[in-house]
Protein backbone atom coordinates (compact mmCIF):
# COMPACT_ATOMS: atom_id res chain seq x y z
CA UNK A 1 0.00 0.00 0.00
CA UNK A 2 1.37 3.69 -1.38
CA UNK A 3 1.88 6.20 1.69
CA UNK A 4 1.68 9.31 0.34
CA UNK A 5 2.22 11.62 3.70
CA UNK A 6 5.72 12.58 4.11
CA UNK A 7 8.16 10.24 5.96
CA UNK A 8 8.72 12.16 8.87
CA UNK A 9 11.76 10.31 10.21
CA UNK A 10 15.18 9.82 7.57
CA UNK A 11 15.67 12.71 5.15
CA UNK A 12 17.17 10.44 2.97
CA UNK A 13 14.02 9.62 2.14
CA UNK A 14 12.69 12.49 1.06
CA UNK A 15 12.94 14.29 -2.40
CA UNK A 16 10.41 10.99 -3.48
CA UNK A 17 7.23 10.78 -5.24
CA UNK A 18 5.32 12.05 -2.47
CA UNK A 19 7.10 15.67 -3.03
CA UNK A 20 6.42 15.66 -6.66
CA UNK A 21 2.47 15.13 -6.56
CA UNK A 22 2.59 17.70 -3.69
CA UNK A 23 4.14 20.11 -5.95
CA UNK A 24 2.57 19.35 -9.00
CA UNK A 25 -1.25 19.47 -7.56
CA UNK A 26 -3.96 22.88 -8.44
CA UNK A 27 -6.84 23.47 -5.95
CA UNK A 28 -9.84 25.39 -7.31
CA UNK A 29 -8.27 29.13 -6.27
CA UNK A 30 -8.60 32.25 -8.12
CA UNK A 31 -11.35 34.81 -8.40
CA UNK A 32 -14.50 34.06 -6.15
CA UNK A 33 -16.60 34.36 -9.64
CA UNK A 34 -14.43 31.22 -10.29
CA UNK A 35 -14.34 29.36 -7.22
CA UNK A 36 -18.17 30.25 -6.46
CA UNK A 37 -18.40 28.36 -9.75
CA UNK A 38 -16.47 25.28 -8.78
CA UNK A 39 -13.87 26.35 -11.52
CA UNK A 40 -16.19 25.74 -13.84
CA UNK A 41 -15.59 28.95 -16.69
CA UNK A 42 -13.33 27.20 -19.43
CA UNK A 43 -16.28 28.27 -22.45
CA UNK A 44 -18.33 30.94 -20.29
CA UNK A 45 -14.87 33.15 -20.28
CA UNK A 46 -14.17 36.55 -19.65
CA UNK A 47 -12.65 35.53 -16.16
CA UNK A 48 -8.89 35.77 -15.62
CA UNK A 49 -8.18 32.59 -13.46
CA UNK A 50 -9.60 30.50 -16.02
CA UNK A 51 -6.51 31.51 -17.62
CA UNK A 52 -4.61 29.39 -14.89
CA UNK A 53 -6.71 26.70 -14.66
CA UNK A 54 -8.95 26.08 -17.82
CA UNK A 55 -8.92 27.65 -21.09
CA UNK A 56 -7.00 30.24 -22.19
CA UNK A 57 -9.32 31.30 -25.25
CA UNK A 58 -11.37 32.49 -22.10
CA UNK A 59 -9.87 35.73 -22.29
CA UNK A 60 -11.37 36.18 -26.31
CA UNK A 61 -14.45 36.97 -24.17
CA UNK A 62 -13.28 39.97 -22.45
CA UNK A 63 -15.03 43.48 -23.91
CA UNK A 64 -13.44 45.92 -21.29
CA UNK A 65 -10.67 46.62 -19.67
CA UNK A 66 -10.83 44.72 -16.18
CA UNK A 67 -8.64 45.43 -12.58
CA UNK A 68 -9.18 43.08 -9.70
CA UNK A 69 -7.67 41.75 -6.46
CA UNK A 70 -8.73 38.59 -4.52
CA UNK A 71 -8.02 38.22 -0.52
CA UNK A 72 -9.06 34.72 0.87
CA UNK A 73 -9.62 33.87 4.35
CA UNK A 74 -9.08 29.87 4.87
CA UNK A 75 -9.71 27.62 7.90
CA UNK A 76 -8.69 23.87 7.75
CA UNK A 77 -9.58 21.02 10.02
CA UNK A 78 -7.33 17.66 9.61
CA UNK A 79 -9.09 14.73 11.75
CA UNK A 80 -6.53 11.84 12.36
CA UNK A 81 -7.12 8.06 13.48
CA UNK A 82 -4.39 6.12 15.26
CA UNK A 83 -5.40 2.82 16.27
CA UNK A 84 -8.48 3.35 17.57
CA UNK A 85 -7.70 7.44 18.71
CA UNK A 86 -8.64 10.25 17.05
CA UNK A 87 -7.20 13.54 17.08
CA UNK A 88 -8.01 17.17 15.52
CA UNK A 89 -6.03 20.15 14.87
CA UNK A 90 -6.87 23.31 12.70
CA UNK A 91 -5.53 26.11 11.26
CA UNK A 92 -6.89 30.07 9.63
CA UNK A 93 -4.71 31.88 7.15
CA UNK A 94 -4.76 34.69 4.92
CA UNK A 95 -3.46 34.90 1.06
CA UNK A 96 -4.19 37.14 -2.21
CA UNK A 97 -5.85 34.87 -4.26
CA UNK A 98 -5.72 37.00 -7.19
CA UNK A 99 -4.34 40.22 -9.04
CA UNK A 100 -4.77 40.94 -12.22
CA UNK A 101 -5.05 43.49 -15.17
CA UNK A 102 -6.70 42.48 -18.57
CA UNK A 103 -7.31 44.80 -21.29
CA UNK A 104 -9.01 44.71 -24.64
CA UNK A 105 -8.83 46.86 -27.75
CA UNK A 106 -11.48 46.90 -30.15
CA UNK A 107 -10.94 46.07 -34.00
CA UNK A 108 -12.48 46.34 -37.27
CA UNK A 109 -13.70 43.30 -39.72
CA UNK A 110 -14.07 39.76 -38.83
CA UNK A 111 -11.57 40.37 -36.04
CA UNK A 112 -14.03 42.03 -33.42
CA UNK A 113 -10.66 42.68 -30.79
CA UNK A 114 -7.60 41.62 -29.40
CA UNK A 115 -7.03 40.93 -25.52
CA UNK A 116 -3.66 41.08 -23.22
CA UNK A 117 -3.36 40.34 -19.83
CA UNK A 118 -1.04 39.71 -16.61
CA UNK A 119 -1.36 39.30 -13.17
CA UNK A 120 -1.23 36.37 -10.31
CA UNK A 121 -3.40 33.36 -9.45
CA UNK A 122 -2.87 31.64 -6.60
CA UNK A 123 -3.20 27.84 -7.02
CA UNK A 124 -2.50 25.69 -3.90
CA UNK A 125 -2.60 26.70 -0.31
CA UNK A 126 -0.02 24.29 1.96
CA UNK A 127 -1.39 26.15 5.21
CA UNK A 128 -2.39 23.05 7.29
CA UNK A 129 -1.89 21.59 11.23
CA UNK A 130 -2.23 17.83 12.12
CA UNK A 131 -2.08 16.01 15.37
CA UNK A 132 -2.14 12.71 15.71
CA UNK A 133 -1.48 9.81 18.32
CA UNK A 134 -2.66 6.48 19.79
CA UNK A 135 -0.63 3.68 21.33
CA UNK A 136 1.45 1.19 18.95
CA UNK A 137 1.03 -2.07 20.61
CA UNK A 138 3.97 -3.40 18.21
CA UNK A 139 1.80 -6.60 17.96
CA UNK A 140 3.47 -8.18 14.63
CA UNK A 141 6.97 -9.81 14.48
CA UNK A 142 9.14 -9.06 11.86
CA UNK A 143 7.41 -5.29 11.19
CA UNK A 144 9.12 -1.90 12.21
CA UNK A 145 6.18 -0.16 14.84
CA UNK A 146 8.36 1.83 16.66
CA UNK A 147 10.76 4.48 15.51
CA UNK A 148 13.93 2.68 17.34
CA UNK A 149 13.17 -0.35 14.97
CA UNK A 150 13.59 2.24 11.71
CA UNK A 151 16.39 3.62 13.53
CA UNK A 152 18.58 0.39 13.91
CA UNK A 153 19.20 -1.11 10.70
CA UNK A 154 21.21 2.55 10.14
CA UNK A 155 23.60 1.64 12.45
CA UNK A 156 24.42 -1.79 10.27
CA UNK A 157 28.16 -1.43 9.52
CA UNK A 158 29.44 -0.57 13.21
CA UNK A 159 31.59 -3.47 15.34
CA UNK A 160 29.70 -3.69 19.03
CA UNK A 161 32.91 -3.71 20.15
CA UNK A 162 33.45 -0.22 19.66
CA UNK A 163 29.58 1.01 20.24
CA UNK A 164 28.42 3.07 23.32
CA UNK A 165 30.91 5.41 24.03
CA UNK A 166 31.11 8.12 21.04
CA UNK A 167 28.16 10.78 20.37
CA UNK A 168 26.74 8.97 17.56
CA UNK A 169 23.39 8.02 16.67
CA UNK A 170 24.64 4.46 17.51
CA UNK A 171 26.07 5.13 20.62
CA UNK A 172 23.42 6.59 22.47
CA UNK A 173 21.03 3.69 21.13
CA UNK A 174 22.99 1.03 22.65
CA UNK A 175 23.31 3.37 25.19
CA UNK A 176 20.07 3.47 26.15
CA UNK A 177 19.91 -0.44 26.18
CA UNK A 178 17.18 0.27 22.70
CA UNK A 179 18.97 -1.79 20.29
CA UNK A 180 20.98 -4.78 20.13
CA UNK A 181 22.72 -6.86 17.88
CA UNK A 182 21.41 -9.74 15.68
CA UNK A 183 21.83 -13.07 16.94
CA UNK A 184 25.18 -14.92 15.35
CA UNK A 185 26.00 -10.95 13.85
CA UNK A 186 28.54 -8.40 15.38
CA UNK A 187 27.41 -5.54 13.22
CA UNK A 188 24.14 -5.87 12.01
CA UNK A 189 21.03 -4.15 14.55
CA UNK A 190 18.06 -4.87 15.80
CA UNK A 191 15.91 -2.87 18.57
CA UNK A 192 14.65 -4.12 21.47
CA UNK A 193 11.08 -2.66 21.95
CA UNK A 194 8.90 -4.27 19.37
CA UNK A 195 7.02 -5.84 21.80
CA UNK A 196 6.38 -3.41 24.44
CA UNK A 197 3.59 -0.89 24.11
CA UNK A 198 4.27 2.64 23.08
CA UNK A 199 2.52 6.28 22.98
CA UNK A 200 3.34 8.12 19.56
CA UNK A 201 2.89 11.63 18.92
CA UNK A 202 2.96 13.54 16.47
CA UNK A 203 2.23 17.78 15.44
CA UNK A 204 2.77 18.78 11.88
CA UNK A 205 2.27 22.30 10.78
CA UNK A 206 3.21 22.83 7.34
CA UNK A 207 2.57 26.62 5.72
CA UNK A 208 3.13 27.56 2.16
CA UNK A 209 1.51 28.29 -1.17
CA UNK A 210 1.76 27.56 -5.14
CA UNK A 211 0.84 30.49 -7.88
CA UNK A 212 1.21 31.08 -10.95
CA UNK A 213 2.33 34.63 -12.72
CA UNK A 214 0.65 34.86 -15.91
CA UNK A 215 1.52 36.94 -19.31
CA UNK A 216 -1.73 35.86 -21.68
CA UNK A 217 -2.98 36.90 -25.00
CA UNK A 218 -6.24 36.38 -27.09
CA UNK A 219 -8.24 37.37 -30.05
CA UNK A 220 -12.01 37.35 -30.88
CA UNK A 221 -13.37 36.48 -34.24
CA UNK A 222 -16.71 37.59 -35.61
CA UNK A 223 -17.96 36.75 -31.62
CA UNK A 224 -17.69 33.04 -32.72
CA UNK A 225 -14.21 31.43 -32.28
CA UNK A 226 -11.86 32.90 -29.50
CA UNK A 227 -8.09 32.05 -29.25
CA UNK A 228 -5.49 32.14 -26.06
CA UNK A 229 -2.33 31.67 -25.15
CA UNK A 230 -0.86 31.59 -21.36
CA UNK A 231 2.64 31.53 -20.46
CA UNK A 232 3.34 30.86 -16.72
CA UNK A 233 5.47 31.07 -14.16
CA UNK A 234 4.57 29.28 -11.70
CA UNK A 235 6.20 28.95 -7.76
CA UNK A 236 6.13 27.95 -4.79
CA UNK A 237 7.09 27.60 -1.35
CA UNK A 238 6.54 25.12 1.61
CA UNK A 239 7.15 24.74 5.07
CA UNK A 240 7.03 21.39 7.24
CA UNK A 241 7.89 21.71 11.15
CA UNK A 242 7.24 18.33 13.06
CA UNK A 243 7.77 16.92 16.16
CA UNK A 244 7.28 13.56 17.10
CA UNK A 245 7.58 12.14 20.43
CA UNK A 246 7.24 8.11 21.02
CA UNK A 247 7.52 6.41 24.81
CA UNK A 248 6.24 4.02 27.41
CA UNK A 249 2.60 3.80 28.14
CA UNK A 250 4.05 2.57 31.84
CA UNK A 251 7.22 3.58 32.82
CA UNK A 252 8.62 0.02 33.99
CA UNK A 253 10.88 -0.77 31.72
CA UNK A 254 14.58 -0.72 33.24
CA UNK A 255 16.32 0.24 30.48
CA UNK A 256 17.67 3.62 31.08
CA UNK A 257 14.74 5.09 28.43
CA UNK A 258 11.46 6.69 28.77
CA UNK A 259 11.03 8.84 25.56
CA UNK A 260 12.40 10.01 22.28
CA UNK A 261 11.61 12.98 20.52
CA UNK A 262 12.37 13.56 17.10
CA UNK A 263 12.13 17.12 15.53
CA UNK A 264 11.84 17.85 11.89
CA UNK A 265 11.81 21.31 10.18
CA UNK A 266 12.41 21.83 6.11
CA UNK A 267 11.54 24.29 3.36
CA UNK A 268 11.32 24.24 -0.10
CA UNK A 269 11.01 26.97 -3.06
CA UNK A 270 10.98 26.81 -7.13
CA UNK A 271 10.04 28.60 -9.76
CA UNK A 272 8.82 27.02 -13.55
CA UNK A 273 7.37 27.55 -16.53
CA UNK A 274 5.00 26.65 -18.94
CA UNK A 275 2.42 26.99 -21.85
CA UNK A 276 -1.01 26.86 -22.19
CA UNK A 277 -3.24 27.21 -25.67
CA UNK A 278 -6.85 27.47 -25.91
CA UNK A 279 -9.98 27.41 -28.09
CA UNK A 280 -13.59 28.20 -28.23
CA UNK A 281 -15.99 27.84 -30.76
CA UNK A 282 -19.41 29.61 -30.54
CA UNK A 283 -21.87 28.21 -33.42
CA UNK A 284 -25.23 29.46 -31.78
CA UNK A 285 -26.06 31.87 -29.37
CA UNK A 286 -27.36 29.21 -26.39
CA UNK A 287 -23.90 27.16 -27.09
CA UNK A 288 -20.41 27.47 -26.74
CA UNK A 289 -17.56 24.82 -26.30
CA UNK A 290 -13.84 24.62 -26.92
CA UNK A 291 -10.77 22.66 -25.57
CA UNK A 292 -7.46 23.62 -24.16
CA UNK A 293 -4.14 21.78 -23.65
CA UNK A 294 -1.22 22.58 -20.57
CA UNK A 295 2.38 21.75 -21.43
CA UNK A 296 3.85 20.35 -18.19
CA UNK A 297 5.21 22.89 -15.82
CA UNK A 298 9.70 22.79 -15.66
CA UNK A 299 11.34 23.39 -12.09
CA UNK A 300 14.46 23.81 -13.04
CA UNK A 301 15.95 24.05 -9.45
CA UNK A 302 13.91 22.71 -6.57
CA UNK A 303 16.35 23.95 -3.76
CA UNK A 304 15.81 22.65 -0.46
CA UNK A 305 16.94 23.32 3.23
CA UNK A 306 16.37 20.57 6.38
CA UNK A 307 17.29 20.26 10.03
CA UNK A 308 16.65 17.18 12.16
CA UNK A 309 17.46 16.82 15.73
CA UNK A 310 17.01 13.77 18.36
CA UNK A 311 16.62 13.96 22.03
CA UNK A 312 16.16 10.81 24.00
CA UNK A 313 14.92 10.93 27.71
CA UNK A 314 16.59 8.55 30.32
CA UNK A 315 13.77 6.98 32.97
CA UNK A 316 13.79 8.91 35.99
CA UNK A 317 14.42 5.86 38.15
CA UNK A 318 18.16 5.02 35.74
CA UNK A 319 19.11 7.89 33.95
CA UNK A 320 18.61 12.01 34.53
CA UNK A 321 20.22 12.95 32.04
CA UNK A 322 19.10 13.75 28.06
CA UNK A 323 20.61 13.30 25.07
CA UNK A 324 20.37 15.82 22.76
CA UNK A 325 22.06 15.98 19.25
CA UNK A 326 21.89 16.98 15.87
CA UNK A 327 20.43 14.29 13.42
CA UNK A 328 20.91 15.59 10.30
CA UNK A 329 21.22 19.02 8.18
CA UNK A 330 21.94 20.16 4.63
CA UNK A 331 20.39 21.21 1.18
CA UNK A 332 19.62 19.66 -1.93
CA UNK A 333 18.45 20.58 -5.49
CA UNK A 334 16.48 18.76 -8.11
CA UNK A 335 14.45 19.27 -11.27
CA UNK A 336 10.28 18.83 -10.94
CA UNK A 337 8.52 18.27 -14.61
CA UNK A 338 5.10 18.24 -13.65
CA UNK A 339 2.31 16.48 -15.41
CA UNK A 340 0.45 17.76 -18.90
CA UNK A 341 -3.12 18.35 -19.37
CA UNK A 342 -6.17 18.68 -21.11
CA UNK A 343 -9.27 20.34 -21.40
CA UNK A 344 -12.15 20.21 -22.28
CA UNK A 345 -15.09 23.15 -22.03
CA UNK A 346 -19.32 23.55 -22.78
CA UNK A 347 -21.47 26.34 -21.64
CA UNK A 348 -24.78 27.09 -22.42
CA UNK A 349 -25.94 30.35 -22.17
CA UNK A 350 -29.64 31.87 -21.15
CA UNK A 351 -29.03 35.11 -22.36
CA UNK A 352 -29.02 37.96 -19.70
CA UNK A 353 -30.22 35.72 -17.44
CA UNK A 354 -27.00 33.25 -16.67
CA UNK A 355 -25.50 30.37 -17.77
CA UNK A 356 -24.55 27.03 -16.84
CA UNK A 357 -20.56 25.20 -17.65
CA UNK A 358 -19.63 22.17 -17.35
CA UNK A 359 -15.17 21.53 -17.43
CA UNK A 360 -13.42 18.06 -17.98
CA UNK A 361 -10.17 17.59 -17.25
CA UNK A 362 -7.44 14.91 -17.33
CA UNK A 363 -4.48 15.21 -15.95
CA UNK A 364 -1.62 12.02 -16.15
CA UNK A 365 0.08 12.50 -13.03
CA UNK A 366 2.13 8.97 -14.31
CA UNK A 367 4.12 11.26 -16.15
CA UNK A 368 5.90 13.43 -13.38
CA UNK A 369 9.83 13.19 -13.29
CA UNK A 370 12.46 13.63 -11.43
CA UNK A 371 16.27 14.25 -11.55
CA UNK A 372 19.33 15.56 -10.40
CA UNK A 373 19.84 19.47 -10.15
CA UNK A 374 23.01 21.45 -9.99
CA UNK A 375 24.05 20.51 -6.20
CA UNK A 376 22.82 16.70 -5.97
CA UNK A 377 25.68 13.81 -6.82
CA UNK A 378 25.56 13.39 -11.08
CA UNK A 379 25.26 9.73 -10.42
CA UNK A 380 21.83 9.70 -8.50
CA UNK A 381 19.29 9.25 -11.11
CA UNK A 382 16.21 9.16 -9.44
CA UNK A 383 15.06 5.99 -10.83
CA UNK A 384 13.46 4.71 -7.70
CA UNK A 385 11.45 7.72 -7.36
CA UNK A 386 10.71 7.71 -11.20
CA UNK A 387 9.71 4.52 -11.11
CA UNK A 388 7.70 4.95 -7.96
CA UNK A 389 5.83 7.39 -10.17
CA UNK A 390 4.63 5.04 -12.56
CA UNK A 391 3.88 1.86 -10.33
CA UNK A 392 1.64 4.29 -7.81
CA UNK A 393 0.36 7.19 -10.01
CA UNK A 394 -1.98 7.09 -12.59
CA UNK A 395 -4.21 10.13 -14.90
CA UNK A 396 -7.00 11.77 -13.12
CA UNK A 397 -10.34 12.92 -13.86
CA UNK A 398 -11.87 15.95 -12.91
CA UNK A 399 -15.23 17.24 -13.52
CA UNK A 400 -16.21 20.51 -12.82
CA UNK A 401 -20.27 22.25 -12.63
CA UNK A 402 -21.20 25.79 -12.23
CA UNK A 403 -24.08 27.35 -12.49
CA UNK A 404 -25.05 31.56 -12.73
CA UNK A 405 -28.15 33.48 -12.03
CA UNK A 406 -28.61 36.56 -12.51
CA UNK A 407 -31.11 39.05 -11.14
CA UNK A 408 -29.34 42.51 -12.37
CA UNK A 409 -27.69 43.81 -10.55
CA UNK A 410 -27.26 40.71 -8.20
CA UNK A 411 -25.70 37.38 -9.68
CA UNK A 412 -25.98 33.83 -7.29
CA UNK A 413 -24.02 30.94 -8.23
CA UNK A 414 -23.63 27.44 -7.00
CA UNK A 415 -20.29 25.27 -7.96
CA UNK A 416 -18.97 21.76 -7.41
CA UNK A 417 -16.01 20.21 -8.96
CA UNK A 418 -14.37 16.45 -8.32
CA UNK A 419 -11.22 14.70 -9.09
CA UNK A 420 -10.44 11.25 -9.16
CA UNK A 421 -8.34 8.94 -7.20
CA UNK A 422 -4.69 9.65 -8.72
CA UNK A 423 -3.37 6.48 -7.25
CA UNK A 424 -2.80 2.94 -8.39
CA UNK A 425 -3.67 1.22 -5.40
CA UNK A 426 -6.92 0.35 -4.70
CA UNK A 427 -6.80 0.24 -1.13
CA UNK A 428 -6.04 4.73 -0.80
CA UNK A 429 -8.36 7.09 -2.32
CA UNK A 430 -7.09 10.78 -2.58
CA UNK A 431 -10.01 11.39 -4.68
CA UNK A 432 -11.26 15.41 -3.41
CA UNK A 433 -14.59 17.20 -3.50
CA UNK A 434 -15.33 20.58 -3.73
CA UNK A 435 -18.65 22.60 -3.30
CA UNK A 436 -19.27 26.28 -3.54
CA UNK A 437 -21.67 28.98 -3.71
CA UNK A 438 -21.46 32.54 -4.51
CA UNK A 439 -23.37 35.94 -4.57
CA UNK A 440 -21.84 38.80 -7.23
CA UNK A 441 -23.14 42.53 -7.63
CA UNK A 442 -22.10 44.02 -10.80
CA UNK A 443 -22.32 48.07 -11.43
CA UNK A 444 -21.25 50.23 -14.47
CA UNK A 445 -17.53 50.46 -13.63
CA UNK A 446 -17.65 48.48 -10.44
CA UNK A 447 -18.30 44.52 -9.57
CA UNK A 448 -17.59 42.88 -6.25
CA UNK A 449 -17.84 39.17 -6.00
CA UNK A 450 -17.92 36.54 -3.17
CA UNK A 451 -17.79 33.19 -2.44
CA UNK A 452 -17.89 30.62 0.33
CA UNK A 453 -15.91 27.07 -0.72
CA UNK A 454 -16.05 23.86 0.90
CA UNK A 455 -14.13 20.84 0.04
CA UNK A 456 -13.46 17.19 1.24
CA UNK A 457 -10.27 14.90 0.69
CA UNK A 458 -8.49 12.10 2.20
CA UNK A 459 -5.53 10.22 2.63
CA UNK A 460 -3.66 7.89 4.96
CA UNK A 461 0.20 8.22 6.73
CA UNK A 462 2.55 6.78 9.02
CA UNK A 463 5.02 8.31 11.57
CA UNK A 464 8.32 7.08 10.09
CA UNK A 465 8.45 4.43 7.94
CA UNK A 466 6.16 2.87 4.48
CA UNK A 467 7.05 -0.66 6.63
CA UNK A 468 5.18 0.53 9.61
CA UNK A 469 1.64 -1.48 9.53
CA UNK A 470 0.08 0.96 11.68
CA UNK A 471 -0.94 3.71 9.65
CA UNK A 472 -3.17 6.54 10.49
CA UNK A 473 -6.24 8.10 8.52
CA UNK A 474 -6.49 11.70 7.78
CA UNK A 475 -9.63 13.24 6.65
CA UNK A 476 -9.23 17.19 5.64
CA UNK A 477 -11.42 19.53 5.70
CA UNK A 478 -11.27 23.09 3.89
CA UNK A 479 -12.88 26.24 3.97
CA UNK A 480 -12.35 29.14 1.57
CA UNK A 481 -14.05 32.81 2.11
CA UNK A 482 -13.17 35.40 -0.92
CA UNK A 483 -14.08 37.95 -2.01
CA UNK A 484 -13.21 40.03 -5.62
CA UNK A 485 -13.40 43.62 -5.91
CA UNK A 486 -13.42 45.00 -9.35
CA UNK A 487 -12.80 47.74 -12.00
CA UNK A 488 -13.93 47.78 -15.34
CA UNK A 489 -12.42 50.55 -17.51
CA UNK A 490 -13.32 51.89 -20.91
CA UNK A 491 -16.54 51.85 -22.88
CA UNK A 492 -19.64 49.52 -22.58
Known amino acids: MLITMFFVIGYSTAQNETDAYRYSQEEVFGTARYMSLGGAMGAFGADFSALTHSNPAAIGLYKRTEIEITPCLSYTKNTAKYNHTTSSAGKYNFSL ?21 TGYNQTANYHSSIGVKGINNGLTSG ?23 GN ?31 LQKQTMATSGFSGEYIFAGGANYDDKLFLGVTIGIPFFEYRYKSLYTEGY ?12 IFEDNFRVTSAGINLKLGILYQPVDFLRFGVGFHTPTFYNTVKETYEQYVTILGAEHNDTNSYDWEYERGNYEWKLTTPYKLTANVAFLIGHYGFVNVDYE ?7 NMSAGNRRPLDYDFETEN ?49 ACGLGFKGKNFFADFAYQYRISNDNGVFYDADNINTYSLSKHSQNFVLTLGWKLGKI
Open 387 to 435: GNIKKYYKPTHTVKFGAEFVLNPIALRIGYSYMSNPYRDLDKDGSRHTI
Open 168 to 198: TLADKLWYHWLIDTVPGKTNVYRGLLDTIPT
Open 97 to 117: GNLSIVTSFELSGKWKSLQFA
Open 249 to 260: VENEYASGYDSL
Open 143 to 165: TRTTFIDYLAPQCNGINASTIGS
Open 362 to 368: MKDYSTM
